[in-house]
């Protein structure tokens, strides 16, 4: 009974602050009268409607506290992702394969599974760094922003092909990526965060003031298309183009198709190396360094080493997305790299269980389809999205996939069985 | 009886002002329990995180001899390296397991460096070629080995963090052992221990050390380093006061007098004597 009059008393008091905080601001209302002078109006109304809310809205969040059910809504379900998850991903797989042969599907949906499989595949490479080996990283857009721009300045400077090019992207950004790790390794946490942060910015900030070079905030326009086998998609059709090649109608279609099985074929090689190489001494060492630096250099692991290969890893797939980025685009300027890039791939990382490749992939799906699927909403969208986020959170505080299965199981010995002879 | 594996000469750790350890020089001998006791703050924890490469001495010298004659400094190497080419493992005072992983990766992530040789940079590893999957398989059967002598097969699969206290003790040493040392040293594996667990651990540690293994060990539990060791330094105030067999430590005025306080001259024997008896 007394908990329930705590409640009450709980709700009132943040109903009266709530009196005080909109008072002014809803209460009263200045306006212009005929002569020129402010007058000044009440709104009782609208005051006390904000206040009941306010009342209400903190009465509910108290019950749920008090009475929330001991499995929340939503475990159920989750385990049974996680449960299946066997299933589910090569369900997924093959969905994601068949998407743009299933007839009656429009390109704006093969668009959508582009950029969210773009998205996937920044999440599976920046999982190496912060789900694998626990190194926050704030700043995972400039990778993206220099494999970008190493395509589009060797593409248009010396005339490669995305092919060519594509190597060379993720090298370059491996080096930055070791770069960035040398001076960041003694470095944790906050303070790791931090750097990277700062690293982000002033990638960014070379890309918007070395105008000479990088064309500066006008970007880099006219960026070639990816090619299949010196096949161009291009709408004119004609010899030497795909449509032409094959005697078929040129379609805008084909080349979206084209570039949705790019980016799954990059986001598959993400996710299988970084499958591969958990089941491998580095990404165990990985992991461990994850949990406790000292007992790694206690064992003889070479701490400074394995944070920078991961730090590479992460960043040769950033600047594999960013070269796919920019050849999608055609165009590339500073303002598709910035902070606001790094923060979503993380919160996709994080929303989808750190070190989870399928929590990655639904949390993607999440992050990136909720927001364009919500398009017709306008206003409302970013504020339902926002909602949805905390939502997840409360419900799913460590993500959508946050159980470790481990990469090795010891198998009981089989012992040979005793045959008596008869 | 004089194969030498450790050699601490003069070691000197100063922290700003304080000397933590002041010109300590002791021996460790092969196959040998040697036992580091004294009062607390008498820089026990200095001198062995010195031995372990975590500091840097300022002055003296840490050699360790792998076979007979040989020398190598360990206060020379990088941090890393003490396990790699030192051949020193560690445990800690407050266990540091990998607790998310499994007791079987725990072992694992031990024997990185052999594993790590065999994948070929990681390349062969990936593409599934090479000598990996005997690497592994060989590193499997060396973890089976530690998880029986530890009694952990049981285990096995199970999160590190979710074994009890006494378990990730032992696992710890496990892990440490993983390593392939030929020095293994103990930061107070018996705090926290009850009675029985206890016991299994020095069975365990007399097991390690006939195996050919050489032990350092801290201890505050008398039972334990008068029951195992077979030979105890002593130190107070960053100071060697004493060095010998438990029977000698056990009946030296000056022990006695670190332990319960200078101002007991007049009747030195009578309590502290109790306490260092005090194990059968």
Redesign the interface.
């Known amino acids: 009974m007394s908990a329930r009059i705590a409640i009450l008393k709980d709700a009132a008091a943040v109903a009266f602050m709530a009196f005080l905080i909109f008072g002014p601001f809803l209460g009263l209302q200045l306006g212009d009268s005929n002569a020129g002078n402010l007058t000044l109006s009440t709104r009782p109304e609208l005051l006390a409607l904000a206040v009941v809310a306010v009342f209400f809205a903190r009465l509910g969040m108290l019950i749920w506290q008090e009475y929330r059910p001991a499995r929340l809504p939503g475990t159920e379900l989750a385990l049974k992702v996680q449960e299946s998850g066997r299933f589910i991903a090569p369900a997924l797989l093959v969905f994601a394969v068949a998407l743009p042969l299933i007839p009656g599907v429009q390109n704006v949906y093969i668009d959508l599974g582009v950029l969210i499989m773009t998205y996937v595949m920044l999440g599976w490479g920046l999982n190496i760094v912060v789900g694998l080996a626990g190194l926050l990283d704030l700043g995972y857009v400039a990778f993206y922003a220099v494999g970008a721009y190493s395509y589009a300045l060797l593409s248009t400077t010396f005339n490669m092909s995305f092919w060519e090019c594509l190597p060379i992207s993720g090298l370059l950004a491996a080096c930055w990526g070791i770069f960035l790790g040398f001076p960041v390794l003694r470095l944790r946490g906050d303070y790791l965060a931090i750097v990277t942060l700062a690293f982000g910015e002033i990638i960014r900030l070379v890309i918007t003031n070395w105008v000479a070079l990088t064309g500066g905030p006008n970007g880099i326009d006219e960026i070639p298309h990816p090619t299949l086998f010196g096949l161009s998609f291009s709408m004119a059709g004609g010899p030497g183009t795909f449509a032409g090649f094959f005697n078929i109608l040129p379609a805008p279609g084909q080349r979206i198709t084209y570039l949705y099985y790019i980016i799954l074929f990059l986001a598959l090689l993400t996710n299988w190396v970084t499958l591969r190489l958990r089941k491998q001494p580095l990404g165990r060492a990985w992991e461990a360094l994850r949990e406790d630096e000292i007992a790694c250099r206690s064992l003889g692991i070479n701490v400074r080493n394995t944070k920078l290969t991961a730090f590479a890893i992460g960043a040769m797939f950033g600047g594999f997305a960013g070269c796919f980025f920019a050849t999608r685009e055609g165009f590339i300027s500073p303002d598709s790299f910035t902070f606001i890039e790094s923060a979503t791939v993380l919160a996709i990382v994080v929303l989808g269980g750190a070190g989870s490749q399928l929590g990655i992939v639904l949390a993607a799906c999440v992050m990136i389809g909720v927001p364009e699927l919500l398009q017709s909403l306008q206003i409302y969208r970013m504020l339902i999205f926002g909602i949805a986020l905390v939502l997840i959170m409360i419900v799913r505080p460590r993500g959508f996939i946050s159980k470790r299965r481990p990469t090795v199981l010891l198998r009981p010995v089989l012992r040979p069985v005793q045959v008596t002879e008869p | 009886m004089n194969d030498v594996i450790l050699t601490v000469t003069d070691l000197t750790m100063r922290f700003g002002g304080l000397t933590a350890v002041n010109r300590l020089s002791f021996e460790a001998r092969r196959g040998e329990i040697t036992a580091l006791i004294g009062p607390n703050g008498a820089g026990k924890t200095t001198a062995f995180n010195c031995i372990?490469?975590?500091y840097k001495p300022n002055k003296g010298s840490i050699s360790i001899a792998h076979t007979p004659g040989a020398a190598l400094r360990l206060d020379k190497l990088p941090?890393?390296?003490?396990?790699?080419k030192g051949r020193v493992?560690?445990t800690?005072q407050n266990v540091?397991?990998?607790?998310?992983?499994?007791v079987?990766?725990?072992l694992?992530?031990?024997?990185?460096?052999r594993?790590?040789a065999s994948?070929g940079f990681?390349v062969l590893?990936?593409l599934?070629l090479g000598k990996?999957r005997a690497a592994?398989r060989a590193a499997?059967e060396l973890?089976?080995h530690w998880?029986e002598q530890t009694n952990l097969?049981d285990r096995?699969?199970d999160?590190a963090g979710s074994l009890p206290y006494g378990a990730q003790r032992r696992l710890e040493i496990a892990?440490?052992m993983c390593?392939n040392p030929v020095l293994l040293c103990l930061d107070e594996p018996a705090a926290g221990l009850n009675p029985r667990e206890s016991a299994a651990l020095n069975a365990l540690l007399l097991k390690i050390r006939d195996d050919g293994c050489s032990l350092l060990l801290i201890e505050h539990d008398m039972g334990v380093v008068m029951k195992i060791s077979d030979h105890i330094v002593v130190l107070d105030h960053g100071k060697k006061i004493a060095d010998g067999t438990p029977l000698e430590i056990r009946s030296d005025p000056g022990v006695i007098a670190a332990y319960l306080g200078e101002g007991d001259e007049d009747d030195p024997d009578a309590p502290i004597a109790e306490t260092l008896e005090e194990v059968p």
């Open positions: 372990t490469g975590f941090g890393h390296a003490i396990a790699k493992a560690r800690f540091r397991l990998f607790a998310g992983m499994s079987l990766e725990n694992l992530v031990a024997q990185h460096n594993l790590q994948t990681g590893g990936i599934g990996y592994e499997i973890c089976r998880l097969t096995a699969n999160p892990r440490a390593t």
